[in-house]
């Protein structure tokens, strides 16, 4: 399936509608993205000692007693930035702030108060919202001490705890649920019906494509390859449905894989594809396919995910037909010549909607189940037109299959011999079942598995049940005959 690229522009719709936001701000260092995971639970955002390893802003939903918030991690203030991207990282910070409803102003304990505390401080003075002083790195109660001369900053309330060593998060956590909005009550979100993680290499639009989806500058978007380092949930909706966009870090080669930020960054963009429904996988149109480019979808093609190749920067290759490239796709990926195929270009919302549609389909297509008389009326018809080839001087014989699971779809074929089909009549069957079942764009997994059973034609034989015992009947004493 190829998506046509057109021009119209349709609505879109902001993330994390009616849910407070809790900011996590402070100068580069003092352990913001330490003290996210530890709230989050989850180690989501990269922890590294370099400085501005946090660019854009990071979402997690958490359950704070009973009320759900979303935390968002920011990149270090006052800090330049060796991209030249220090206006951006900014202007992310400003964003958080500005739309925060509570904001956890962390400190270092070990170094102590520093100027550019004081300039993270005065920034936060003009907003007219609950702040909380965090001295991190408090890994003993004797460093709690030191956490007094923070007092110096402002009137805030000043709590000491250890990301590291597990302490104070229970006060951490309370004095968030005694600050949250009265609106914030109520039941949790709705259930999530989408994740799909946005993966490609370097500078391919993905950025440009999580922020046209979310109607915002929900992640910085730069000529600089490598701007974003993390990955970046956006959650938005979409015909009354949540949905989750998670952008990923551009991923290098990994011969070119140097710094432990560029480690981290692709073994998140990896987790994203496993967590995902659905992966897209972004190239750009106006470069050839590249090693990357094999590697993830190898990656996509070994997890077994729905995917869509997305070709970004469609309009930089006009007038050349997009049949003529997406044959060129099919040559380089001939193993994933089901996977569809949609030309946009993000910067001008072109297709993008298009494209969100395509993926929820794809969801759907591999949720589906098929009975099994349908799934070996297919298999029969299969090997009627192609045998498998003889192998040791043995046929290749299938009983029968059945699904045994979906998301992907899974599929059990019990034959007399696994061995006795190659990859090639493998990947023979596998096409029939997607030609004429409802898998057409979407992976399926095979096993075959060793049985002696009935064949296609009668699937499985069914027990013969035993007969069951006739009741005794009491024996009756017959009346006797008078006269006999």
Known sequence: ????????????????????????????????????????????????????VTRDRLGMLVQIGDRFVELVDTGG????????????????????????????????????????????????????????????????????????EFHRLGSWEVLPVSALQNRGKDKL???????????????????????????????????????????EERTIVSEVPGTTRDSVDVRFEKD????????????????????????????????????AD?????????????????????????????AIFVVNKWDLLKPLPTGEFADYLRRVFPNLDYVPIAFITAKDNRNVQSV???????????????????????????????????????????YFGTQVASNPPTIVLFTNGPELFDNTYQRYLLKNLRDHLPFAEVPIKMYLRHRRGATL??????PTPKPQRKARRAKVKKPELWGD
Request: positive net charge; contains cysteine; proline residues 5%.
């Open 1 to 52: 399936m190829v998506v046509q690229a057109n021009t119209e522009r349709m609505p879109l719709y902001n993330a994390f509608m009616g849910v407070p936001q809790v900011a996590i701000v402070g100068r580069p260092n003092v352990g913001k993205s330490s003290l996210f995971n530890w709230l989050a639970g989850r180690r989501i955002a990269i922890v590294d000692p370099t400085p501005g």
């Open 77 to 148: 203030m006052g800090i330049d930035d060796v991209d030249a991207l220090t206006a951006d990282v900014e202007r992310q910070i400003d964003q958080a702030i500005d739309r925060a409803h509570l904001i956890l102003f962390v400190v270092d304990a070990r170094s102590g108060l520093v100027p550019l505390d004081e300039h993270v401080a005065e920034r936060l003075r003009a907003a007219d919202k609950p702040i909380l002083l965090v001295a991190n790195k408090c890994d003993t109660p004797e460093l709690d001490v030191q956490a007094t």
């Open 173 to 215: 956590r309370e004095f968030i649920a005694r600050h949250l909005p009265e609106q914030a009550v109520g039941p949790p979100p709705e259930e999530v019906h989408l994740k799909i993680a946005i993966v490609g290499r370097r500078n391919t639009g993905k950025s440009t494509f999580i922020n046209a989806i979310a109607e």
């Open 240 to 275: 009354g449905k949540t949905l989750i966009a998670i952008d990923t870090a551009g991923v290098r080669y990994r011969g070119a894989v140097k710094t432990d930020i560029d480690f981290y960054s692709l073994a998140r963009a990896e987790r994203s594809i496993r967590r």
């Open 278 to 306: 659905v992966v897209l996988l972004f190239l750009d149109a106006s470069k050839k396919v590249s090693h990357v480019d094999k590697q993830l979808a190898g990656y996509i093609l070994e997890n077994h995910k729905p």
């Open 356 to 398: 969100l549609s395509l993926a929820q389909h794809l969801h759907k297509q591999a949720n589906v189940r098929v009975t099994t008389g349908a799934l070996n009326r297919v298999l029969k018809d299969a090997v009627a037109a192609q045998s498998p080839s003889m192998r040791s001087n043995r046929q290749g014989k299938i």
């Open 457 to 462: 034609e009668e699937p499985e034989a069914e």
